[in-house]
C-alpha cells in the first residue's frame, strides 16, 4: 500500500507553484499547454534522456474529471513553442476549466516519477501508484459561489492517470494519481495565514494578528481582496472581481508583436521583460536593444489604476482598516504604479513585498502550512482512536 505525500498547489494564471512531501520539493511551470500528436518530433541529435524533463513534458492525461478526456498535451515550456498554445482566459473560472486540471495532474504526476528514495509509492511494470493529500485553492469569487464543492468532489473517489509520452527520462511511464483528502481554501485566507504563521502554523507576525487588514491579490485572471477582521477573514466583506494581469499582458504582446514585430512566446516573457532586474522594459529587435516602455508604462498604469479603484472602494467600506498588503504574481507586476499612484493621490498604508519570490509563492507556501496542519491533526485523531480501540478490546476480555 502506498503512503499518502503531501501536496500543496497553487495553479495560478502565469504559472503553477507546487510543493510536494515537504518545503524543499518544489515545481515551477509556465501555466500553458498545447494538443499534440502522440509521437511527437525531436529536434536535435543529443539523447532524449539527457535534456531536462521539465523542457519536454508531453502526456496523455485521463480523468473523469476532464470534459475532454484521452487527450495528448504538451505542457509548460515545451507548450510555449507551439503555435496551438493555450493560455487560461479572462473571465474563466479557474474551477471550471480543464487546464487547471491539466496543469494540476501533470505536476503531481512529476513529482510521483521523481519521488527520490522509491519508497513513498509503489511501482509495478512502469506504473507508479501515487496517493496524495492536496492542499489547494480558488479565488474568492468561485468559493463565494460554491464552486470549490464540485471541484474537490471531481478530484476524490476517482483515479487520474498521466502517461509520460516523449518526455526526457520519464518516457513510458504512468502514474495513476488518487486523493486520500482535497482541502479547496480560499486564495485571500490562504495570504492571511502566511502574513502571520510559520510553517508550524505558530504565530510569528503578532503585530499583526488582531489589526484590521486588507490583502489585495492580483492574480492573472481575478483580483481577490479579503477583509480580515478578529483574526478571521470577513467572508461578507471580501470581494472578488474578474480582474487581473493577463488581459493586460495580452496587450502588451500584441502591441509588442505589431509595433516591432516581435513574437513573444507567452505572457510569461512579458512578465521577465516587466521585471527583470536590469535592462527592463527592453527587448530585442534585430539584435538591437529597443525600449518598449511607452507600451508597457501605459497599458499597466491603465490596470494599476482599476486596481486601486477597487482598493479605494473597499476599504471606504471598511474605514477602520489599518494596512493593505498586496501580493500575488501581478502585485510583483504593478507595484511601481500603484505606488506612484498612491503618492500622489489619497496615502493609505500600503505594502508590498520586496521579496519577489515570497509574493509569488505566497500561496503555495500558505496551502502547505494548512494542509499539513490538517494532516497533523488527521493522524492525531486516527492515533486516539487506535488507543481507544485497543482500551475497549482489553476490557471486553
Known amino acids: 500500500m502506498s503512503q499518502s505525500r503531501i501536496a500543496a498547489v497553487d495553479v495560478g494564471n502565469d504559472a503553477l507553484k507546487g510543493l510536494y512531501g515537504n518545503l524543499d520539493s518544489e515545481l515551477y511551470i509556465p501555466n500553458v499547454i498545447a494538443r499534440d500528436i502522440?509521437?511527437?518530433p525531436i529536434i536535435g541529435i543529443e539523447d532524449l534522456d539527457q535534456k531536462d524533463p521539465m523542457d519536454g513534458i508531453h502526456i496523455r492525461v485521463h480523468s473523469p474529471a476532464l470534459q475532454e478526456n484521452n487527450v495528448i498535451y504538451r505542457v509548460g515550456n515545451l507548450a510555449t513553442k507551439s503555435d496551438n498554445a493555450s493560455e487560461l482566459?479572462?473571465?474563466?473560472?479557474?474551477?471550471?476549466?480543464?487546464?487547471t486540471l491539466i496543469m494540476l495532474f501533470a505536476s503531481l504526476a512529476l513529482d510521483a516519477v521523481q519521488d527520490k528514495n522509491e519508497k513513498t509509492f509503489s511501482r509495478n511494470n512502469g506504473t507508479v501508484e501515487a496517493n496524495y493529500t492536496l492542499g489547494t485553492g480558488l479565488p474568492l469569487r468561485e468559493v463565494k459561489e460554491g464552486k470549490d464543492v464540485g471541484y474537490r468532489s471531481q478530484l476524490l473517489g476517482s483515479v487520474h492517470q498521466v502517461e509520460f509520452l516523449v518526455t526526457p527520462k520519464y518516457q513510458g511511464i504512468k502514474v495513476n494519481l488518487k486523493f486520500d483528502e482535497v482541502k479547496v481554501y480560499p486564495e485571500g485566507f490562504a495570504s492571511f495565514i502566511n502574513l502571520v504563521m510559520d510553517n508550524d502554523l505558530n504565530i510569528t507576525n503578532k503585530d499583526l494578528i488582531d489589526k484590521r487588514i486588507l490583502i489585495q491579490d492580483i492574480?492573472?485572471?481575478?483580483?481577490?481582496?479579503?477583509v480580515i477582521k478578529d483574526r478571521n477573514v470577513d467572508d461578507d466583506k471580501a470581494q472578488g472581481f474578474n480582474i487581473g494581469v493577463s488581459e493586460s499582458l495580452e496587450k502588451i504582446r500584441e502591441e509588442i508583436?505589431?509595433?516591432h514585430g516581435v513574437e513573444l512566446d507567452s505572457r510569461r516573457d512579458v512578465?521577465?521583460?516587466?521585471?527583470?532586474?536590469?535592462?527592463r522594459n527592453h527587448i530585442m529587435v534585430k539584435g538591437s536593444r529597443t525600449s518598449v516602455h511607452d507600451i508597457t508604462d501605459r497599458i499597466l498604469l491603465e490596470l494599476a489604476k482599476k486596481q486601486y479603484r477597487h482598493l479605494r472602494n473597499v476599504w471606504q467600506k471598511n474605514s477602520q482598516t489599518e494596512i493593505c498588503y498586496f501580493v500575488g504574481g501581478g502585485s510583483v507586476v504593478l507595484k511601481e504604479y500603484i505606488k506612484s499612484l498612491n503618492n500622489n493621490l489619497d496615502g493609505y498604508n500600503i505594502d508590498f513585498f520586496e521579496d519577489e519570490k515570497e509574493s509569488i509563492w505566497m500561496m503555495a507556501n500558505a496551502y502547505y502550512k494548512l494542509v499539513k496542519d490538517f494532516q497533523r491533526k488527521n493522524n492525531k485523531k486516527e492515533e486516539n482512536k487506535k488507543v481507544e480501540q485497543k482500551q475497549h478490546a482489553n476490557t471486553s476480555k
Open 271 to 279: 512578465v521577465d521583460i516587466i521585471t527583470k532586474k536590469n535592462d
Open 257 to 259: 508583436r505589431s509595433k
Open 89 to 99: 482566459d479572462p473571465g474563466s473560472s479557474k474551477s471550471e476549466e480543464d487546464q
Open 219 to 226: 492574480g492573472g485572471l481575478s483580483t481577490d481582496i479579503a
Open 38 to 40: 502522440e509521437d511527437r
